[in-house]
């Protein structure tokens, strides 16, 4: 377990510094406790963190946050910020889900929020940060068809739980809508949304895993790979490093991967970008003006909660007829005319 207090800890930098004496007076303190990924994990954990940061700035609030080394540190983190220090606490993943509910209904007058989790019925004290990913992945897939040259795509998960199969569900029938409207047989390996039935590493940790992961994946033909398992990912842009971009490339998820993987940053086709850190600072600003309330927080393509990372070194790549494809499909999603649940 590490903690540490009103950083200054930039997101991707690793840089970390201490705020000026006047400023660690802040009236109103943001505690953050991460999953097992981490705070610099290059993905949701360092983009909720962002927001804490960007309170910090732009709000002068104070924040802090604690690591989860192993799954049981969840609730002995949640608990050691409890008593009063923490205006919000913000817990950071599906898998803080139980511990999160727990301390919340015991301690009814402090507030949280959870990333990526929310709870029926609706807990009054924690407001669940939620984002619908299945529709930027969709854009994903059928980009990822678009570009192909082998007409078999990958992807694998770290965990089998909604908040990561619902990339997977996304990312595959945007390759089936591609087909459908072009007449072409591109397949998925990795995931079926139906059956519900997949590749998964079982961790989020583990960089030998998503180079392997990817490895047998490629094997079998894949000229794209998504891994929708955090830093386990790295390991996959690694491998599509050494094997070069013109026969594997990566989509990455939750952050733009381009900009925070930045040695691997030529390997990234796209990526499926949650927008965590404007619902953590939006969930901040309201627990400031006292207009918090329990339930969720929705981010869509429509609200830009949610959407898909520009195409950066590969954007010449994409003809400008996919583009347009693209950008047809999004408006689709957002005015209801495609569905990407089925």
């Known amino acids: 377990m590490l903690l540490f207090s009103r ?13 000026a004496a006047g400023s660690m007076a802040a009236a109103f303190t943001a505690c953050q406790v991460t999953d097992t990924g981490g705070i610099d994990d290059n993905s949701f954990n360092q983009t909720a963190w962002k927001g804490v940061l960007d309170a910090q700035e732009q709000l002068g609030i104070s924040g802090r946050f604690l690591e989860s080394q192993a799954e049981t540190d969840y609730e002995a983190n949640i608990n050691s910020l409890l008593g009063g220090q923490c205006d919000i606490i913000i817990t950071v993943g599906f898998l803080l889900g139980d511990a999160t509910k727990a301390a919340a209904e015991a301690n009814p007058d402090q507030r949280f929020s959870i990333v990526d989790y929310s709870y029926e019925p609706v807990i009054p004290n924690v407001l669940g940060q939620i984002y619908a990913t299945d529709e930027a992945a969709f854009m994903a897939g059928y980009l990822a068809a678009g570009v192909s040259e082998t007409g078999i795509l990958g992807v694998f998960g770290g965990i089998n739980i909604p908040t990561v199969t619902v990339f997977m569900d996304g990312f595959v029938r945007g390759a089936e809508y591609y087909n459908a409207q072009h007449g072409t047989a591109v397949s998925v390996l990795g995931w079926n949304p139906e059956t519900k039935e997949g590749l998964f590493t079982n961790n989020f940790d583990s960089l030998d895993d998503g180079r392997a992961f990817a490895q047998n994946l ?5 000229d794209i790979v998504l891994p929708v398992a955090g830093p386990v990912g790295l390991g996959s842009a690694a491998l599509a490093d050494e094997l070069g971009v013109e026969k594997l490339k990566i989509v990455g998820v939750d952050a733009d991967l381009y900009y925070t993987d930045t040695e691997k940053q030529h390997v990234y086709l796209t990526s ?20 918090f309330e329990g339930g969720n927080l929705v981010g869509s393509l429509s609200n830009g909660g949610v959407d898909l990372a520009p195409f950066h070194d590969m954007d010449a790549l994409v003809p400008d007829s996919l583009k347009q494809e693209l950008a047809g499909i999004r408006q689709g999603i957002i005015d209801g005319t495609i569905a990407v649940d089925r």
């Open 272 to 291: 499926i970008t949650k927008q965590m850190d404007a619902t953590v600072m939006q969930v901040i600003e309201n627990t400031m003006n006292d207009t």
């Open 218 to 222: 490629y094997d079998e033909g894949a």
């Open 7 to 19: 950083t200054m800890k930039r997101a991707g930098t690793g840089l970390c510094a201490w705020l």
